[in-house]
């Protein structure tokens, strides 16, 4: 059973893979969720969440008798709340929290296209490089000379584009190393293998954490029991 508020969107089988997809512009209460991607710009809540791919704004919470999450990429803006996390056989488990998902989307895709676009220019340069030693010797024919204006003219493009990116690229990571105030509260257990990252900072659990909360403190994460 699942309620979603605002507008909903739901696939199934999407990007070459057999995971459902739900998308909703409010928030989302489901009993299960498993092998799916579910997306809210507001909260999530759910008995148990299993190997999927979850993202919201606002709080994910794992509620009721079982309170479960396990496998998966998990993230939410504020914060995530669950009795279990991860398996007794350490089962790999994304945890992130702090951050607009969104944003870290963004910037992992800006960096991927500066990479890209690094490339390009490479290859740019080198057909430019070529073609002036041509012209140079006098042996640059009309269609290659041709060919080297517009080759000139891609890497003034690349150029200013490349400034553009990596300011935008530059923006959002000032953004991601802000102080964030997202948590992550255990009423029961993590166990190893999870990863939690909150804002820019990392931890990989090595060892049961039971009945805490997880926070960040500069660039590390803390663990405060809960009394």
């Not at 080759?151 to 690349?158: A, D, G, M």
């Amino acid at each position: 059973i699942i309620k979603a508020e605002g507008d909903i969107i739901i696939r199934r089988g999407v990007q070459g893979n057999n995971k459902a997809q739900l998308i909703s512009n409010g928030s989302i209460m489901a009993r299960y969720i498993e092998h799916s991607s579910v997306s809210a710009k507001l909260d999530i809540k759910a008995e148990s969440i299993m190997h999927s791919i979850i993202k919201c704004r606002g709080k994910l919470e794992l509620i009721g008798r079982k309170g479960l999450l396990v496998g998966g990429s998990i993230s939410a803006g504020k914060e995530i709340s669950a009795k279990v996390i991860g398996s007794p056989f350490s089962t790999p488990t994304e945890i992130e929290v702090g951050i607009v998902p969104e944003l870290r989307e963004e910037y992992a895709n800006i960096k991927q296209e500066i990479l890209n676009l690094e490339n390009d220019i490479k290859k740019t340069e080198s057909i430019i490089s070529s073609l002036t030693k041509l012209k140079d010797a006098q042996m640059l024919t009309p269609k290659k000379e041709e060919l080297l204006k517009k080759s000139i003219k891609t890497k003034e493009f690349y150029d200013t584009k490349i400034i553009q990116l990596k300011n935008e690229y530059e923006t959002i990571e000032e953004r991601l190393n802000m102080e964030y105030d997202g948590k992550e509260k255990c009423l029961g257990v993590i166990y190893p293998g999870t990863k939690v990252t909150i804002g820019p900072a990392v931890m990989v659990v090595k060892e049961d954490l039971k009945y805490c909360i997880l926070y960040r403190d500069g660039v590390d994460i803390k663990v405060i029991s809960i009394t």
